[in-house]
């Protein structure tokens, strides 16, 4: 068998973040062939992220850039290349451009086509309107006649949120299905510690943007007797950089841009809490949360519809320093509490194993694939 993927972005930019994941894109290995159609001008050699597509055959097409304003003249192109393919199924991860030329080539050559959307894209679209408004009027337009298509026409709509069904349902009468992220639960819990990082240790997982609420947490390690290790990369890495300087938090707080997936799990596994003060009408469960669980680390988060499952596992937290330096400090004096979270976490991250989730996933494009 064989799939063709539309990726959110070009597969070079994942392998530069250490986000090449094994068989992400071809779950338990039942596809023969993975050909990732990117959006792009140069791409990564195949050979490099291999594991993303498993036992498969790796193909990559770059087509160039191709945007609203574009890809009406270049979607051709894109139809003549997936004709040759010949695939079983079509993949997008966004309702967006990638989704629009997903959707518009299934539906041309009678492919069935599997959407999964991975955000709240009106939460999404309200917060960019504060801060750029050229993006937020192209995003209104997307909103009226990119997503609706994207989504009308999909054969499959999975979601990793609750809070992201609101959203599909007004678009179009197909009810999605929740699938979470998936975790590699065993990786995560047999990974061994980095003995040179300095203790106690917090750790927070994530880009840095607005919506993860990072600022809060270097202002709140100001009233915290511990250190506080954050892994990501984003627009606000200079402003955050600076907070840490300007509030002479430099001998306790670090940001390292990227960790490859691969060792991730290592960190993870050294931290004493990991703490991620999210919006959550953003995201539901982000997968850093998931991966902490699965490491036996105590979480700090706030609470969303996607966490109210996990009250025994997880210690809320308002979005504000106050409610989070008193729940980060109350875990640290309270070592039978840490250890019941830990415990609870690891038994109730079980549902989001990479076997179990990766099961689901398969059966989905075999359903697909025989309709």
Known sequence: MKICIFPNDPIIAYYEKGEIKERYFN?????????????????????????IVGNAKLVIHTVGKINIKNRKKEISKIVNIVKQICPDVIRTYNPFVEGWCASFVAKKLDIPCFVSLHTQYDHNRQIIKKKNLKKYLVLKYTEKFIEPYVLQNADKITIVYKIIEPYVLKHTTTKPELLYNKIDCKKFFDAKRIDELPKPLILSVGNLIEGKNHKLLI?????????????????????????????????????????????????????????????????????????????????????????????DAIQF???????????INQLFQDNKLRQQLSSKGLELVQKFDLKKIEKREAKIYMELVQK
């Open 219 to 311: 202002q709140a390690m100001k009233k915290i007797d511990a250190n506080l290790l954050i892994i990501g990369n984003g627009e606000l890495y200079d402003k955050l950089t600076d907070q840490i300087k300007s509030n002479s938090l430099e001998n306790k707080i670090r940001i390292i841009k990227s960790v490859p997936n691969h060792i991730i799990s290592k960190y993870y596994k050294s931290a004493d809490i990991f703490a991620l003060l999210y919006d959550v009408k953003q995201e539901g469960l982000p997968m850093p949360v998931m991966e902490a669980m699965a490491a036996g680390t105590p979480v700090v988060i706030p609470k969303s519809p996607d966490s109210e499952e996990l009250v």
């Open 27 to 51: 779950p338990e290995n039942i596809f023969d062939e993975v050909h990732i159609i990117s959006f792009s001008e140069k791409e990564i050699e195949e050979s490099k992220v291999q594991k």
């Open 317 to 327: 937290s308002e979005c504000n320093v106050d409610s989070f330096c008193q729940k």
